[in-house]
Each structure stands twice: as C-alpha cells, then as structure tokens.
C-alpha cells in the first residue's frame, strides 16, 4: 500500500447510527487532516493531528469525533449526524503542518450519505 | 478571509487548446498551491510557488504569480481529455500554516 488510503469508499447512514471513517498513510508523514467537501463550497478543514495531538478543530459539531492513535492512523467518528453532514469527507497527510511548504497528500474520499 | 477564488468556475475547450485559471487571494501568503481533483476522487497536488517566485513550470503546467495583485494563474498547454478535472488554489499564509483552499474552476476538454 503506498499514499494515504481511506475506508469506506461509500457510506449509506441513518441519523442514529453509528459509524467511523478510517485513513492511513504510508508516507511517514508526521500530520494528518480531515476535510469536508461539499457540492458549490470550498473544503473546509475539520481537525489538524500533529504527532497524534490535535492541534486543530475547526468549531466543528461533536457529533464528529475524531482519533488519531498513532501518526499513520485518523479516524473519524460518527454520530448522530444529520442530512447536511452529506459529503465527501477527505483524509490528508503532509510531513508536518509547520513545516515550509505544506504540500498536501490526499487520499480518494469517503462518500457519506445521511438519510 | 484567506481563501483563494478561482475563476471562472467553469471553463469548456476543445483538445489542443490552451486553459487558463486564476486564482485571486486577500492576505499575504508563504506559498500558493495548485490542486487537481478528478469527480468523486481525491486532490492531487500539481504544483507549487512561493510568494518569493514568479513563474513556475512543470510539464504542460505554468503558474505565474503576482505578489502585488495577489493573484496567480495557471496554465495547461495542449490540453487533453485526460485533463478534464476541477482545480483548486489552496494558500498558505504567512502566519498561519493552514491550506484553504477555494471553490475550485471545472475544467471540460472536449475530444
């Protein structure tokens, strides 16, 4: 496996489940984000992982729970989310949020569909 | 805001033309970044400048930058079919290491 790989590609949910989105890279990178993708929005940048410590949360709702047990691993926990939260949600990695270019490495996407 | 906006928001050419993109951005930046997404697919980044550059080339790639109008272009020579793909801006302030990232422009290149 090489780059930043995400699961599920697809995700069909109720507003009551509970379901998590898994990222993993294999690029040694120190950080990692997730970003939401709507259709006509720009991305918006959800959490910011450093060497596993959240440097950054976007005011993002707490029905989205994120964890990062490890710097190749993110996850994103769901709960209780709602129509809107519909979009393509995006795992990135990058060497290191500080470092001087930022350069972002982005893995497929996972789809997620609120019923 | 230190978004970039891209512009136009959709661009249709024919195979072998020349597609060009702007991007225009409010605050200083450390660096300007541009990004390819295919549809439903992840970003791939395309290519770097710094505040410090002007002009950049990768392969059939040209990205020009003006500091002074905060504004930067990118250029695809010869396009493809293949070519066809949103692309973004994404800036990196100069205090603040996040990527924002714009809108984006839908590139259409008809066979």
């Known amino acids: 496996e090489t780059g930043v790989t995400q699961t599920p590609r697809h995700l069909v949910m109720g507003m009551t489940n509970k379901k998590s989105l898994k990222c993993e890279q294999h690029l040694g990178h120190n950080a990692m984000y997730w970003y939401k993708q709507s259709a006509k929005k720009p991305l918006e940048l959800m959490f910011v992982y450093n060497f596993k410590e959240q440097t950054e949360n976007n005011s993002v709702p707490s029905r989205f729970s994120p964890e990062c047990p490890n710097s190749s691993h993110l996850f994103l926990h769901l709960h209780t989310l709602q129509p809107e939260d519909s979009a393509l949600y995006l795992c990135a990695s990058s060497q290191g949020p500080t470092t001087s270019t930022g350069e972002l490495f982005f893995g497929e996407g996972s789809r997620l569909t609120v019923l | 805001s230190q978004q970039g906006e891209e512009d136009p928001q959709a661009l249709s050419i024919q195979e072998g033309e020349n597609a060009t993109m702007n991007c225009s951005y409010k605050t200083s930046i450390n660096n300007l970044q541009w990004y390819r997404q295919n549809s439903g697919r992840g970003l791939v980044h395309l290519i770097l400048i710094r505040s410090n550059e002007r002009e950049k080339h990768s392969g059939r790639l040209r990205v020009t930058l003006d500091t002074s109008k905060k504004s930067s272009s990118l250029l695809i020579t010869a396009s493809r079919a293949a070519d066809t793909a949103s692309y973004f801006c994404?800036?990196?302030?100069?205090?603040?290491?996040?990527?924002?990232f714009g809108k984006g422009t839908l590139l259409t290149v008809n066979p």
């Open positions: 994404a800036i990196r302030g100069g205090s603040n290491y996040k990527l924002t």
